[in-house]
């Protein structure tokens, strides 16, 4: 039997393609795997930014994983947006009852204009119900102060602030270093089982064409973990994959605010497991 490699995103839908599942859907195929969703919020927005978002009630975004799980049994999960304590739980059933290999939370918490998105239950019921069961989670820096309840300002203060957010359960913190001033930018890999961090260096692609950018990461982590790559390499080959994409869209107009990554500049031919020999 043959079976292509399988990656679940739970997360919100974004009508106008560029982040959300429709950014995961488009990552996890240029990939060259088969992507499967769960849509937990359905929202209005575009590329100049969001205007509404209209959750999916719990038990229908239970129901959606529920039918992927029993039915196509992904190699890893991806986990955006969610706007609720309530859908936090029946993620976390999900999870409990069906063990996938791995699971990457992007903890969509703050707005580019730095409105948080989450009430208080849901904050909790994300970090204390959802995040020990993480393999990966991935703070951008404005998620990781609102976590830690304190500022980071420097690439030192990040990999202390990693090494604090692991206290939450997950296995491993990637904390991301874009809003971080200057034209390198660093983000911070640290493993639980690891002292030191993994330190992951470039320079600032000059494009404004960004919209997306951490879905894209988060479900490009998820489908190397799942086409075999150890985590230290899934990030870096992830990073590689972000830095291509918006490399290739920088000088695009798509919409008339930040417009989103050429997701497809170099699509990879599905790839095929032969369980038998799994």
Known sequence: MKQYPCILSIAGSDCSGGAGIQADLKTISALGAYAATAITAVTVQNTCGVTNV??????VVEGQIEAVMTD??????????????QTVRAIVRCLLRH???F???????????GRQLMDTEALEAVTNELMPHCTLITPNLPEAELLLEQPIATTEEM???????????????????????GTLMTDVLQLAQEPEPYLFTASRVNSSNTH????????????????????????????????????SGKDVQTGKGNGPLNHLFSPCPMHIFNQDAQ
């Open 103 to 113: 699971v990457i939370f992007d903890p969509v918490m703050v707005s580019t204009s």
């Open 72 to 85: 196509l049994s992904p190699h890893a999960v991806k986990i955006g947006m969610v706007t609720d304590s």
């Open 54 to 59: 209209h959750p999916i009630p719990p038990m």
């Open 159 to 181: 990999c202390g602030a990693a090494r604090k957010l692991l206290r939450y359960g997950c296995q491993a913190v990637l904390l991301k270093g874009g809003h971080l001033e």
């Open 99 to 101: 063990q996938p290999p």
């Open 212 to 247: 997306g950018t951490g879905c894209t990461l988060s479900s490009a982590i998820a489908t190397f973990l799942a086409l075999g790559s150890p985590l230290s390499r899934a990030v870096e080959q992830a990073k590689d994959y972000v830095r291509q994409a918006l490399v």
